[in-house]
């Protein structure tokens, strides 16, 4: 499946669409391709704050528009520059939940120029579906959106 979705991802950012344009439409593709994405989105680097800031997504509305460093899963991508995969959100102590369904996340972090400057977030509401192969896509979908930013 990741396969087949790597061209698209590559056509989308080499498209005359604006970055945010860019962004959106690989969102949407990747909930409607891949059954366990069901809220995909990207947070960035809130200027000089110790913040992220929710760029675009799709799924759920969220009101966590803003994340403080640290804070919930995002928040400690922020400060680790690590990938981390939760596979149950219920066992981790500091969670932000979003939504009562949510059963699991997996964020990436976004590099440019070796700098952490955001990351995409992908919530699924089925329990522990992300593998190695989640990761490894969602390194290469980051460092794809890397080259329109």
């Known amino acids: 499946m990741f396969n087949l979705l790597r061209p698209q991802v590559s056509s989308i950012i080499d498209s005359n669409k604006t970055p945010d344009a860019k962004m ?3 969102c949407e ?3 409607a391709e891949v059954p366990h994405y069901d809220w995909v989105g990207f947070y960035f680097k ?4 110790r913040e992220l800031k929710l760029g675009q997504y799709t799924g759920a509305p969220t009101d966590h528009t803003i994340i403080p460093f640290g804070k919930g899963i995002c928040g400690q991508v922020a400060e680790s520059n690590e990938n981390f ?3 149950d959100v219920q066992a981790q102590d ?3 939940a979003c939504s009562i369904t949510v059963k699991s996340e997996i964020v990436i972090p976004l590099f440019l120029n070796g ?4 990351q995409i977030d992908i919530d699924s509401n089925t329990p522990d579906p992300f ?3 989640d990761e490894t896509f969602l390194e290469f979908v980051n460092f794809e959106v ?4």
């Open 24 to 26: 959106l439409a690989i």
């Open 29 to 31: 593709l990747l909930k």
């Open 46 to 49: 809130n200027g000089n704050k």
């Open 85 to 87: 995969v939760v596979p």
């Open 94 to 96: 500091n969670y932000i």
């Open 115 to 118: 700098e952490n400057i955001g």
């Open 131 to 133: 593998t190695k192969a």
């Open 146 to 149: 890397a080259k329109i930013l």
